[in-house]
């Protein structure tokens, strides 16, 4: 945990409006999808070591409550967009676990055909623009998003989510600047978990109390948020979200939270640029999810038991995606010229006219 | 019926046709609004059409950039004016990594109808770095088309076709041909839009072929003046228009009828469209080659200031009619 919520007192959000109208029903789903989101990685992670899956896997153990607390307060008019560190947003915004698994196994039936692999999952029907690849990179198509919204005069709002190693991007400035000067409603997430890449945030960013402070140069409202506190992040979510919509202002949220895996699983320093100390400290006192569930238990909404079982689901829906996984098709080296152009994809006269594509 | 327009009116005349077309269409970029634009190409655009549709934005390339690809991905069809496409570097990220790719990594379900536009070239004694020429660069980007017309007529057709398009587009324009006159057809005659991936012969002969886009064609027509008037040699000139597509067929065609070809690029001597170019003459009609394929491109040090020396360094009339006489 950074210091900015550390020294703060503990303020308890659940009487907020937005978490007194939670039914029971409803927080059990944000334990749920919570759940489902660390299953669907550990086996993941379990098959990336078996040599099944390729590439970067950039694993969201630990950050599950900032997909699952924001998302939670979006609908069908709101949009997100996040980097290669996507499978908890694709999840949370509706994405199956049998099409996202078959994409990390390069398979023909995953949600990008096997083209995108674990940093490009999407679901423009469910509001999800994305997994993209380069720090920082996605900040101005939310700001897009944003603006076409606005532009379309449509309802809702767009959450842009980044790390807190992207706040040093040119291109998220640029951003900040235009999504205060044209008015757009765009609520920029920094999931702050301390380190951008192998280097602290300490070591990475210049700031006084926060990331997030940096509104400030651009006259825009921002706060801190506790991530391991479900309550607080939906509460604090639901203000910036609610003024995006309604009165078309962006904003930024810093949620401080953490991550027990390195930057990816490639990452061959992830066990160096951290002591085994602070990965227990947050594992044992902060982890979002054994948290959420000891306060379901208090407040009477559920029983371990009946928690038990929801975990029990989520890990056979992971096991069971990846026999889904393994026993689809791989795509055809055919379709590697698929979905490059629309008109060649549409087969349209237009595709015939010139030659698109050049190979040897 | 047809009119003479500049090639930037002609510009203008598309883009205000496609503003009334279809309301998604919306310009932006850096002074397009309220100053007129930097090349006056959007002049009167802002107080036809308003704010709404004609968007002043800071200077910011990344960030307005990647505004409107992620506005395109809405259903927004934004088009965008690089004031110089030299600035393309502050972007390059959104460029080549977010429009190029975003409809492929999501497997087709996303798609990005975004126009880019702005000048791309060299001539105007501003130095290195704001007469890069990076159409070969982009086509060498999978995903993107990229256009190149060289007269006001194309201009208008092209751009028209860009923004109806489903897929990003980069329209290279030239900032010597902006005040260039040309005969456009009228509004009155119907919808004038020319396809992407269809090259225009805009000169028949048959000795040699001088095949290039952009501001080389100009070169080109007034060279192969020269080579009729001086040396009794008829050439067709190919204006390629479109870059990517490549109207591969056209070029063919020319080259099985003269034997000859010399290609004329504004890129540097290295890489390039011409060199692509020549790959596929060389791959698809070895046998009909008389001899080597020539190139006239520009000479390849960063691009000199000076007004005395700029024009030598690109291609103009005198070194293509050099290159020319020097296949027989």
């Known amino acids: 945990m950074s210091s900015a919520t550390a020294d703060t007192p503990r303020l308890d959000f659940a009487g907020s409006p937005i978490n007194k109208a939670l039914t029971?029903?409803?927080?059990?789903?944000?334990f749920r999808k919570m759940q489902r989101i660390r299953r669907f990685e550990q086996e993941a992670l379990k098959y990336y070591n078996a040599g099944k899956i390729g590439g970067f896997l950039h694993l969201y153990i630990g950050q599950e409550s900032v997909a699952v607390g924001t998302l939670s307060l979006c609908g069908e008019n709101d949009h997100n967009i996040t980097a290669y560190r996507c499978h908890g947003h694709a999840i949370m915004s509706g994405m199956e676990m049998n099409p996202l698994m078959a994409e990390l196994f390069g398979k023909a039936t995953g949600c990008s055909k096997g083209k995108g692999g674990s940093m490009h999952f999407f679901a423009p029907d469910k509001g999800f623009w994305g997994g993209h690849g380069i720090v920082g990179g996605q900040t101005p198509l939310g700001l897009g998003l944003a603006y076409g919204l606005k532009y379309l005069g449509k309802e809702g709002a767009a959450l842009c989510y980044l790390g807190d190693g992207a706040v040093n991007q040119g291109a998220f400035h640029e951003s900040l600047n235009i999504a205060a000067l044209f008015e757009l409603p765009v609520v920029y997430v920094i999931e702050n978990n301390g380190y951008s890449m192998g280097t602290s945030q300490k070591r990475s960013s210049s700031?006084?109390?926060?990331?997030?402070?940096?509104?400030?140069?651009?006259?825009?409202?921002?706060?801190v948020v506790d991530g391991s506190d479900i309550y607080e992040v939906r509460a604090k979510t639901h203000i910036a979200l609610e003024r995006a919509r309604?009165?078309?202002?962006?904003?930024?949220?810093?949620?401080?939270?953490?991550?027990?895996?390195?930057h990816s699983v490639a990452d061959a320093n992830a066990k160096k640029y951290r002591t085994p100390e602070e990965i227990e400290n947050y594992k044992t006192n902060f982890d979002p999810i054994r948290l959420w569930r000891k306060r379901l238990v208090e407040e009477g909404v559920a029983t371990e038991e009946q928690l038990d079982a929801i975990d029990k689901e989520a890990k056979a829906e992971a096991a069971a995606s990846v026999k889904f996984a393994e026993a689809s098709p791989a795509p055809t080296i055919e379709s590697v010229m698929d979905d490059v152009y629309w008109e060649t994809d549409n087969n349209t006269p237009a595709s015939k006219l010139g030659q698109h594509f050049f190979t040897d | 019926m047809s009119r003479t327009l500049t090639y930037r009116e002609a510009l203008r005349e598309g883009l205000d046709e496609e503003i009334a077309r279809d309301p998604n269409v919306v310009i932006m970029g850096e002074e397009v609004a309220q100053y007129n634009g930097a090349y006056k190409v959007t002049q009167g655009l802002w107080e036809k059409w308003g704010d709404k549709r004609i968007v002043d934005t800071p200077i910011s390339e990344a960030g307005f950039i990647g505004m409107g690809i992620g506005a395109s991905m809405l259903g927004v069809r934004p088009v965008m004016e690089l004031m110089f496409w030299s600035f393309h570097s502050v972007a390059f990220d959104q460029l080549v990594n977010n429009a190029a790719c975003v409809r492929y990594m999501s497997g087709g379900l996303i798609n990005c109808p975004i126009v880019m536009r702005g000048p791309a070239n060299g001539g105007t004694n501003v130095g290195a770095t704001h007469s890069h020429i990076p159409e070969g660069l982009f086509a060498a980007f999978p995903g993107l088309k990229v256009v190149a017309p060289a007269t006001p007529a194309d201009a208008k057709g092209l751009i028209k076709a860009a923004i109806r398009d489903n897929d990003p587009v980069y329209v290279m324009e030239n900032t010597r041909l902006y005040g260039m006159t040309g005969e456009v057809p009228d509004p009155a005659d119907g919808d004038f839009v020319i396809p992407l991936g269809v090259a225009d012969l805009k000169r028949e002969g048959k000795d040699v072929s001088i095949i290039g886009h952009g501001r080389s064609i100009i070169h080109a027509l007034e060279a192969a003046e020269t080579l009729k008037e001086k040396h009794g040699i008829e050439a067709d000139v190919l204006d390629l228009r479109s870059i990517r597509p490549l109207d591969v067929e056209a070029i063919l065609k020319t080259v099985k009828k003269t034997n000859r070809v010399v290609l004329v690029d504004e890129s540097k001597g290295f890489g390039g469209v011409s060199a692509m170019v020549s790959h596929l003459i060389q791959d698809n009609a070895f046998d009909y080659l008389d001899a080597p394929i020539k190139r006239v491109t520009t000479m390849d040090a960063p691009a000199i200031y000076s007004q005395h020396v700029e024009d030598e360094q690109l291609p103009n009339p005198r070194r293509i009619v050099e290159k020319v006489l020097s296949l027989r």
């Open chain 1, 207 to 223: 700031y006084r109390g926060c990331l997030a402070q940096r509104a400030e140069g651009y006259d825009m409202e921002w706060d």
């Open chain 1, 24 to 30: 029971a029903e409803q927080k059990i789903e944000l």
């Open chain 1, 246 to 262: 309604k009165q078309h202002k962006p904003a930024i949220l810093e949620i401080n939270t953490y991550r027990y895996y390195g």
